[in-house]
Nanobody, 119 residues
Framework: QVQLVESGGGLVQPGGSLRLSCAAS????????MGWYRQAPGKQRELVAT???????NYADSMEGRFTISRDNAKNTIYLQMNSLKPEDTAVYFC?????????????WGQGTQVTVSS
């Protein structure tokens, strides 16, 4: 079993920055792709960014240029650097990982970390 734990959320003023982390733990697994999603109150969960083991990243259009996803393969950890934050970025941010354990492929999710952008 793989566990994903997010951290780094909090309250920040508009225009500020936050850096989220997501660490995967467990044994006997490998990860191909990881990503960040977010869910604002009353809205569906939406893609923020994804990254594969080579480091190639993909962003939602509204976040490209402000958000940067990165990955430390040795630590099975991804990061999301968020700059120029706006009130509409307020949401619970979740990470996920496409995990291979033996012959099984699983999509694992973390519990989420709250990001609130407010003055």
């Amino acid at each position: 079993q793989v566990q994903l734990v997010e951290s780094g959320g909090g309250l920040v003023q508009p225009g500020g920055s936050l850096r989220l982390s997501c660490a995967a733990s467990g044994s006997g697994f490998s990860i191909s792709a990881m990503g960040w999603y977010r869910q604002a109150p009353g809205k569906q969960r939406e893609l923020v960014a994804t990254i594969i083991s080579s480091g190639a990243a993909n962003y939602a259009d509204s976040m490209e240029g402000r958000f940067t996803i990165s990955r430390d393969n040795a630590k099975n950890t991804i990061y999301l650097q968020m700059n120029s934050l706006k009130p509409e970025d307020t949401a619970v941010y979740f990470c996920n990982a496409l995990v291979t354990i033996g012959l099984r492929h699983l999509l694992s999710w973390g519990q989420g970390t709250q990001v609130t952008v407010s003055s």
